[in-house]
């Protein structure tokens, strides 16, 4: 399994707009992690990537914000105060799957059964003050770009973790 050890926020955005270089259309990606874990963070740093310079507000409220940056719409879900999966419907799911779209979702758990399944399984958890970041693919979509991103040149305050650290 692919992980990082990432510290302090300026390095997650980093570690995120890395990501953002590597994304295809259609992908799904859920962020896992406690309050607090750096998933929104995370989301900023691959929009910024993507190329947004606005804020990213967190959906913690709305559960969905919508982005169309450079012909391609990214879908930034936060499911936490979802009380039923069923309740995606209202929230135009059908419609954001449209195999196009990129998802980006937090607190996936909440939504199962009715959000598509990941390519792309993202877990952070704190560490002291820094944050581990694992990467599970869910797809060959997602094999590949685990595979890709593993080659790449890390941002400042992001090191590769050794496989046996878990
Ligand atoms: N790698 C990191 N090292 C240190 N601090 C970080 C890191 N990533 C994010 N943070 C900080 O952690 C705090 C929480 O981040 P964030 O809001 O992204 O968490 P979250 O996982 O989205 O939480 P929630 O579940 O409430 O939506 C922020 O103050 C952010 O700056
Ligand atoms: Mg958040």
Request: charged fraction near 25%; hydrophobic fraction near 40%; glycine fraction near 12%.
């Given at each position: 399994m692919l992980s990082w050890r990432i510290q302090?926020?300026?390095a997650?955005?980093?570690f995120g707009a890395l990501l953002a270089g590597l994304l295809v259309d259609g992908l799904v990606i859920y962020l896992e992690g406690d309050l607090g874990a750096g998933k929104t963070t995370l989301v900023r740093g691959l929009l910024r990537g993507l190329g947004h310079a606005g804020t990213v507000r967190s959906p913690t409220y709305s559960l969905l914000e919508d982005y169309r940056l450079a012909d391609r719409s990214i879908h930034h879900l936060?499911?936490?105060r979802l009380a039923d999966p069923e309740e995606l419907e209202y929230l135009g799911i059908r419609?954001?799957?449209d195999g196009r779209s990129i998802l980006l979702v937090e607190?996936?758990?909440k939504g199962r059964g009715v959000l598509p399944v990941a390519d792309l399984?993202?877990?952070i958890r704190h560490a002291g003050v820094?944050?581990?970041l694992e990467l599970v693919p869910g797809s060959k979509g997602g094999e590949y770009l685990a595979d890709r991103l593993s080659a790449l040149a890390l941002p400042a305050g992001v090191t590769r973790q050794s496989n046996n650290v878990d």
């Amino acid at each position: 399994m692919l992980s990082w050890r990432i510290q302090g926020t300026e390095a997650q955005i980093g570690f995120g707009a890395l990501l953002a270089g590597l994304l295809v259309d259609g992908l799904v990606i859920y962020l896992e992690g406690d309050l607090g874990a750096g998933k929104t963070t995370l989301v900023r740093g691959l929009l910024r990537g993507l190329g947004h310079a606005g804020t990213v507000r967190s959906p913690t409220y709305s559960l969905l914000e919508d982005y169309r940056l450079a012909d391609r719409s990214i879908h930034h879900l936060d499911l936490y105060r979802l009380a039923d999966p069923e309740e995606l419907e209202y929230l135009g799911i059908r419609d954001i799957c449209d195999g196009r779209s990129i998802l980006l979702v937090e607190w996936p758990d909440k939504g199962r059964g009715v959000l598509p399944v990941a390519d792309l399984v993202l877990r952070i958890r704190h560490a002291g003050v820094a944050r581990i970041l694992e990467l599970v693919p869910g797809s060959k979509g997602g094999e590949y770009l685990a595979d890709r991103l593993s080659a790449l040149a890390l941002p400042a305050g992001v090191t590769r973790q050794s496989n046996n650290v878990d």
